[in-house]
Nanobody
Framework: QVQLVESGGGLVQPGESRRLSCEAS????????MAWYRQIPGKQRDMVARIYSNGYTNYTNSVKGRFTITRDNAKGTVYLEMNYLKPEDTAVYYC??????????????????????WGKGTLVTVSS
């Protein structure tokens, strides 16, 4: 019922910047939080940055001072500005959203709270 579509991945040289985007669509009543995770082969998927509806943010230590997460509530879109990229930033980056939804049920509207959705991921490769 909710779709997340990432864009912006690709090949980038060390020290350069890249911005990722993720647009949410579907049966959305409100988006509570949006986040970016990343995963490399053989390792777990880890949170990179998270932004809540009030603008509060969290970052993993390895990207603090380099990455910035922002959101456009009107567009239902979250961005990840990645600066001073390093080879160790190479990973598949996934968009995540915690969403309240509303759908038309048999007897009326049905409300759901705190549902988690994931995008398909976008590959960021940092290499010379």
């Amino acid at each position: 019922q909710v779709q997340l579509v990432e864009s912006g991945g690709g090949l980038v040289q060390p020290g350069e910047s890249r911005r990722l985007s993720c647009e949410a669509s579907g049966s959305i009543r409100s988006i509570n939080a949006m986040a970016w995770y990343r995963q490399i082969p053989g390792k777990q998927r880890d949170m990179v940055a998270r932004i809540y509806s009030n603008g509060y943010t969290n970052y993993t230590n390895s990207v603090k001072g380099r990455f910035t997460i922002t959101r456009d509530n009107a567009k239902g879109t979250v961005y990840l500005e990645m600066n001073y990229l390093k080879p160790e930033d190479t990973a598949v980056y996934y968009c995540n959203a915690n969403v309240d939804t509303v759908v038309e049920g048999k007897f009326g509207r049905e409300y759901y709270y705190g549902l988690e959705y994931w995008g398909k991921g976008t590959l960021v490769t940092v290499s010379s």
